[in-house]
């Protein structure tokens, strides 16, 4: 659930959006992206669409703990770079298929929305992997660097995409 801060700064983006035309707007069906989807849809006059493959990584028994408790062996990161695309938490998923989800999304989303701006709302993770296959950049080559919440980020493949961290 989101703060009141959290919410606040959901109202924020979607007046910084207020002017933009987007063809369709999609979220992460996590709750916080939802909620943050309903706020900025409302102000767009846009119902965003839920969608599981925007999902936060899977960390699976480690779901939930600090990202920084779990070791680079587990989590392929260390230090805002990405050490081991294959690293997997217990019962988790690795940042290769993390990387593949993401990438479908985008590959089936260019089918489903040819043409026009979409908007996305999602989590920083899906936002680093956007950047970095938009980019070319593959799950090994990738930096992790911070998204911070209410952040807005425009990805280009081949329509613009306009993704915003919950």
């Given at each position: ?22 063809t ?6 996590l ?21 599981p ?12 703990r ?37 990438a479908?999304?985008i ?34 080559g ?21 993704a915003?961290?919950?």
């Open positions: 659930m989101l703060t009141r801060k959290g919410r606040a700064e959901a109202t924020n983006v979607a007046g910084r959006l207020a002017g933009a035309t987007f369709a707007m999609y979220s992460s069906d709750k916080r992206a939802r909620e943050t989807a309903e706020i900025v849809g409302r102000a767009l006059r846009m119902v965003p669409r839920s969608e493959a925007l999902r936060e990584r899977n960390f699976g028994q480690a779901q939930g600090p990202h920084s408790e779990l070791l680079s062996a587990a989590s392929g990161i260390e230090i805002d770079r990405v050490v081991d695309a294959d690293a997997r938490p217990v019962d988790g998923e690795s940042l290769t298929e993390f990387y593949e989800r993401v479908a999304f590959n089936e989303l260019e089918m489903r929305v040819p043409e026009g701006d979409v908007l996305v709302v999602t989590h920083g993770g899906v936002i680093r992997v956007a950047q970095a296959y938009c980019n070319g950049i593959p799950a090994t990738m930096d992790w660097g911070p998204v911070p919440n209410a952040s807005v980020w425009g990805l280009s493949r081949p329509q613009t995409s306009i915003i961290a919950p």
